[in-house]
């Protein structure tokens, strides 16, 4: 290989490098969210890997710079929960393990949701939200914002000014917390019941060897300014390169994938574990394939609320 040519090959896998937040290089934040300090019950810790989400550390050289949407881990011990709050963009919550309560409040009227693995809440613009940890085992969950610079979260009931045990169950008085229902002809529960998406509900499309079961867009929760697909991938399958004019983010939950870089013919290639990423960006054309002894499965995040219009090509 020529000199030159060797070079620009190098130069090209340093910027795919650039692009890539491994879960061994990270640590979990216990100090990730001002409103919880001094707070015991209010307790968890952020992973970094897009963007600083509804933390104000954007300034944290380990997290790779967003565009439409950040992404982060967050664990939340068991008998923890976080105070009842808004944002001016929407937020998606898909657990990873463990069982979450959600509650979406109307005044001093909550409904709560269980989620468990693999399920999501999408959390619509300007809706007071909460969550806690009830179960047996700790919860893990990522979570999105849509903007890559969030304003700080709106609290509507925080135990610093509410009482506690009024806090825990994100404002609801007592007697006024009821259970989500998504059969109810409530048009609260019809509204909640549009942004949970269930694992077990889902109903994939096959393309290119792979399964695409949508959670945020068409035929899944209503997208806000991104969308988000659950990819299974068998192993051995590959997809053709492809690019879109706006960035997507892998993410890997299950198994082993293998994602490359084309540019000029030159093509460079990273394999990722579970929780690594790697974010596209817009424009530049990527693939993904198994190369591991069992199925993998990952979370695409695309940077748009429009419509797919990329379809999956086999090698």
């Known amino acids: ?14 910027k795919m490098r650039a692009f890539i937040g491994r879960h061994t290089g990270k640590s979990f934040d216990w100090d990730a969210f001002p409103g919880s300090r001094g707070f015991p019950d209010l307790e968890r810790a952020q992973m970094r890997y897009i963007g600083a989400g509804g933390s104000p550390k954007a300034d944290d050289p380990s997290t790779l710079k967003p565009g439409q949407f950040t992404l982060s881990l967050v664990h939340q011990p068991v008998g923890k929960y976080a105070a009842c709050h808004s944002h001016e963009v929407v ?6 393990s463990g069982v979450l309560t959600v ?3 109307w005044g001093n009227e909550v409904i ?3 989620l468990g693995p693999k399920d999501m809440v999408l959390n619509e613009v300007g809706r007071p939200h909460g969550f806690r940890n009830d179960g047996v085992e ?6 999105s914002v849509g903007s890559g610079m969030p304003k700080p979260p709106v609290y509507v009931c925080h135990p610093r000014d509410s009482d506690p045990s009024v806090a825990r169950c994100f404002g609801a008085s007592r007697g006024k917390t009821l259970a989500f229902d998504p059969d109810s002809n409530d048009p609260r529960q019809r509204e909640f019941a549009r942004h949970v ?3 077990a509900e889902r109903r994939p499309v096959w393309e290119a060897g792979c399964a695409r079961s949508v959670y945020i867009g068409e035929g899944g929760a209503p997208p806000g300014q991104y969308r988000m697909d659950m990819i299974h991938l068998p192993r051995g399958v590959a997809v053709r390169g492809y690019a879109r004019p706006v960035e997507d983010v892998y993410f890997v939950l299950e198994g082993c994938i293998t994602a490359g870089w084309e540019e000029a013919g030159r ?4 394999g990722f574990g579970p929780r690594d990423a790697i974010f596209n960006p817009a424009g530049r054309i990527h693939y993904f394939r198994n ?14 609320a429009e419509a797919e219009d990329v379809r999956f090509q086999t090698v």
């Open 138 to 143: 700790p919860v893990l969950m990522s979570i």
């Open 267 to 270: 093509i460079v290639e990273e």
């Open 91 to 96: 937020e998606h919550f898909l657990v990873l």
């Open 1 to 14: 290989m020529a000199v030159s040519a060797q070079a620009e090959l190098l130069d090209l896998a340093s």
């Open 291 to 304: 190369d591991g002894a069992s199925d993998a499965t990952f979370m695409m995040l695309v940077g748009t």
């Open 112 to 114: 709560e949701a269980r």
């Open 197 to 199: 998406v269930r694992y």
């Open 103 to 105: 509650g979406w409040a």
